[in-house]
């Protein structure tokens, strides 16, 4: 399989659920990103892996937990959500920095938090 | 410190139209451009990219964007807008960092396609 896989596709979850977010992919990139897309918002940028090693973190609440433990897979850990936490999380892939092929991204995981 | 600007969050072509959307960026250096696409549920996926050969860039589905140092401007066209155009459209701006491309998105602009 190519590309960027992320599943499950959809999510409903209680604010007191503990969920996971997978994402994988087999295009021998070595960085890993998780973006928030919300409705009349920009794409905000939630952590990057850079070679499994987390090298950005924005500002993200303790209750989002990534984990990389691998160059191919990716995961986000939700606990005790808000309603505001509902969203289209995006999670990409790409070359090294010295290689500019730009993202490609997976189809997403529509979050909907209850 | 990179940004892009996307002018216009809705814009309306008539199919068969040209489609014209714009972006303009700031880059401290030399900018790797693209456009991505999205369609309703679905990731952003890559039309094109210019990395500093060609100022005129082709893409998929007969979309092109040329490079203009001067103007600061990567715009988007099409020369005759399908129905299946409509999306939402995204220009960004990347620099590399420490391993890893640091893309800054725009906002987006939604395209319709009126029959």
């Known amino acids: 399989e190519t590309g960027v896989t992320q599943t499950p596709r959809h999510l409903v979850m209680g604010m007191t659920n503990k969920k996971s977010l997978k994402c994988e992919q087999h295009l021998g990139h070595n960085a890993m990103y998780w973006y928030k897309q919300s409705a009349k918002k920009p794409l905000e940028l939630m952590f990057v892996?850079?070679?499994?090693?987390?090298?950005e973190n924005n500002s993200v609440p303790s209750r989002f937990s990534p984990e990389c433990p691998n160059s191919s897979h990716l995961f986000l850990h939700l606990h005790t959500l808000q309603p505001e936490d509902s969203a289209l999380y995006l999670c990409?892939?790409?070359?090294?920095?010295?290689?500019?092929?730009?993202?490609?991204f997976g189809s997403g995981t529509r979050l909907t938090v209850v | 410190a990179q940004s892009v600007t996307q002018l216009g969050s809705h814009v309306s072509v008539s199919e068969g139209a040209l489609v014209l959307l714009r972006c303009n960026y700031s880059s401290s250096v030399p900018p790797y451009l693209f456009w991505y696409v999205q369609y309703p549920n679905q990731g952003l996926q890559l039309l094109l990219k210019?990395?500093?050969?060609?100022?005129l860039v082709k893409g998929i589905n007969g979309f092109e964007a040329e490079f203009k140092k001067s103007e600061t401007s990567f715009h988007l066209t099409k020369p005759s807008a399908h129905m299946s155009d409509a999306a939402e459209y995204f220009c960004a701006v990347s620099e590399g960092s420490g391993g890893y491309q640091k893309v800054t998105f725009g906002t987006g602009t939604k395209l319709q396609v009126i029959p």
């Open positions: 990409a892939s790409s070359q090294a920095a010295g290689e500019v092929g730009g993202y490609t």
């Open positions: 892996y850079s070679l499994e090693e987390r090298v």
């Open positions: 210019y990395t500093s050969a060609a100022t």
